[in-house]
């Protein structure tokens, strides 16, 4: 994962890869559906019957901030929306949040466009 040394973590933008297809249903649960590429994914595949798409279905949390990850809010204002839908569940939120788009970056489902800050 690239570093974000120059600024507050908060006041970042991300986007969501494109290429990322995902749904939301009527719950407004979302699911992920990650192409499984490369060589050793076809491998197993044929080997191990694994799926050429997996699915990752994101928690109640995961799923309400997913929408707001769309290249116009900031961690900041994603924060305050989680806030305010979810209140004290939502606690620790700052460090829980931080976290999550982390991971989100680090598995290639987000990415903050340095160019544009």
């Known amino acids: 994962m690239k570093k974000h040394e120059d600024g507050n ?7 969501r890869r494109e290429e990322l297809k995902w ?4 719950q407004k649960n979302i699911t992920l559906f990650i192409e499984n ?3 050793f994914n076809r491998i197993a595949q044929k080997c191990f ?3 050429k798409v997996s ?3 994101l928690d109640e949390m995961g799923s309400f901030v997913w929408p707001l990850i769309d ?5 900041y204002h994603i924060a305050t929306e989680v806030s305010a839908y979810f209140g004290e569940k939502a606690e620790p939120l700052y460090d829980r949040l931080v976290k999550y788009m982390q991971i989100l970056e680090k598995q290639g489902f987000i990415f903050f466009d ?4």
């Open 114 to 117: 340095h160019q544009n800050r």
């Open 49 to 51: 019957k694994r799926p």
């Open 9 to 15: 973590f908060l006041d970042l933008i991300f986007h």
């Open 71 to 75: 290249g116009e809010h900031t961690v």
């Open 23 to 26: 749904e939301q249903n009527e």
């Open 37 to 39: 590429r490369g060589i």
């Open 55 to 57: 699915q990752i279905h």
